[in-house]
């Protein structure tokens, strides 16, 4: 009986496992007409499994999608396929893949050629080892993008083809050098950025490298934003005494037209993002509520809003624009654009009924200034307020025995904004404990070759560099490591 029992489930499971088996070959079919010469299936029965799978896709995408719903963006939970980490599992095993400038072994000066093209500047800089930059050129495309009102991607990489040449052959001229076999080095921006952009500019750097046989380095872009407060400086502190550099570890606000994070900066590739934007970037919703008032039609709306609101002396507490997230309470760590943007338009729209206009681009003058200048107060009063919660997490980290932060490091296009400039010094004078601030000069706050040098010059200073044969771009290209969730305990209300 006994034997009989299990000879029964043995047959039982045999054929049990051959049914998942060929459920299995079902699934993994390649098409559908396979699955009919298989099964037999009719048009109905395989338009309903079509159907289902549809359904079971869009589940799964809408189930990842859910995930991540109301945390700050762009930081690495595992989603990510490529993430950036050239330290290594570690943080600080780095590695010499294209070699180092044998300058650079020896302690001596070195120069870098840096290229830049993740959007819509081409640029080229040499720059050396000790900060200074030796020879620059760029190329904007502003005026291509105008009549588009944003940058149309195709476009931008046009432009990079037909000007990368000329940029880079500029840039070391002014350098005072003849060819690219006088540097020692060369980076290129890698991403994150427009996938199609960030290949013309990689490839341009890769052929060079190969060809001269130069040490070569893909760029992290917001690494390079966030490095560019290190270069020369002197020149970067706001405060008093500028004597001292900026030292690792430090605290960094990354605002641009594509990024808004808050991260706390440890050393090459190691940070920390204690805050970031939910939706949009501070720079996006410069540029939108500049279109929006028809200050400027596709890049570069925070320099017009800002002139906007000075020039014409807006009140700031003229329109009753809410603050950002005040719902999530005090242990919210992120930032939010995308309802600001609405509340401004809704108060311009309320304006010109009151004005009995066809348009808002029909407001006065004055009627502008008081929407850029309430709109910028309050833009600046949600940072203010976030990173004000940051430093004193990070005052009582310090007090419980970890390493000391007292610097800010305010990098990104949007760090050229003076208003934010002077708002943000004010807020590290007011600790109790008076933090220093250091923001690159306005020219090297945007997009430029000499962000890309100088980062390749601050891995190749800790023995990193890459293989420029095969290396990727990456469109997405988070820093590795970073779990939001530990950092950021406050959640929706």
């Not at 009989?4 to 043995?10: A, M, T, Y």
């Not at 290949?199 to 190969?210: E, N, S």
């Not at 020039?311 to 654009?337: A, C, F, H, T, W």
């Not at 490591?481 to 406050?490: A, K, P, R």
């Amino acid at each position: 009986m006994s034997t009989s029992s299990s000879s029964s489930s043995s047959a039982s499971a045999s054929a049990q496992s051959e049914n998942n088996k060929n459920n299995n070959e079902i699934i993994t079919l390649p098409n559908m007409e396979d699955i009919t010469k298989k099964l037999n299936l009719t048009t109905e029965e395989i338009r309903e499994i079509k159907k289902e799978r549809k359904k079971k896709k869009k589940e799964a995408a809408r189930a990842k999608r859910n995930r991540f719903i109301g945390k700050a963006k762009a930081v690495d939970r595992g989603q990510f396929l490529d993430t950036y980490c050239p330290g290594g599992k570690t943080g600080i095993d780095f590695t010499a893949k294209s070699g180092l400038p044998l300058s650079s072994t020896k302690g001596e000066l070195f120069t870098v050629l840096g290229i830049e093209s993740s959007c819509d500047d081409t640029g080229a800089a040499v720059v050396r080892s000790d900060g200074v930059i030796l020879g620059e050129s760029l190329a904007s495309q502003h005026e291509i993008h105008a009549e588009f009102g944003g940058v149309v991607p195709g476009l931008a990489r046009d432009a990079h083809a037909e000007r990368i040449d000329g940029i880079v052959l500029d840039a070391l001229q002014k350098a005072g050098m003849k060819s690219v076999e006088e540097v020692d080095a060369i980076g290129v921006t890698v991403g994150p950025g427009l996938e199609i952009c960030l290949r013309v500019g990689c490839r341009k750097a890769q052929a060079l490298a190969i060809q001269y046989q130069k040490p070569f380095v893909g760029v992290h872009h917001l690494e390079a934003h966030i490095l560019m407060s290190r270069i020369s400086n002197n020149q970067n502190s706001t405060s008093l005494d500028s004597d001292s550099s900026l030292e690792f570890p430090f605290l960094a606000l990354l605002v641009s037209g594509g990024h808004c994070q808050i991260l706390k900066c440890m050393g090459i590739g190691r940070y920390t993002i204690m805050g970031g934007t939910i939706d949009d970037s501070l720079g996006e919703a410069f540029d939108k509520t500049s279109r929006l008032l028809n200050l400027t039609k596709a890049t570069n709306g925070g320099p017009a809003i800002e002139k906007l609101a000075r020039e014409e002396n807006g009140d700031p507490l003229s329109v009753p624009l809410p603050i950002p997230m005040q719902k999530r309470g005090k242990k919210n760590l992120d930032l939010s654009y995308a309802g600001l943007k609405t509340s401004i338009r809704t108060h311009a729209e309320k304006l010109r009924k009151e004005r009995g206009l066809d348009s808002i681009e029909e407001l006065s003058i004055q009627d502008k200034a008081n929407l850029a200048a309430s709109f910028q107060h309050i833009a600046i009063k949600h940072v203010e307020q976030i990173l004000e919660r940051i430093m004193t997490i990070i005052e009582s980290e310090t007090e419980k025995g970890e390493e000391e932060i007292k610097s800010l490091a305010v990098v990104g296009g949007v760090a050229a904004n003076q208003e934010l400039r002077g708002r943000l010094q004010s807020l590290c004078d007011a600790r109790k404990s008076p933090w220093k601030m250091y923001v690159p000069p306005p020219r090297l706050c945007t997009d430029q070759g000499a962000m890309s040098a100088w980062a390749a010059i601050e891995r190749i200073n800790v023995g990193s560099t890459d293989e420029p044969d095969g290396h990727d771009v990456y469109a997405r290209y988070p820093f590795s490591n970073i779990v939001q969730e530990d950092v950021n305990d406050g959640g929706k209300s």
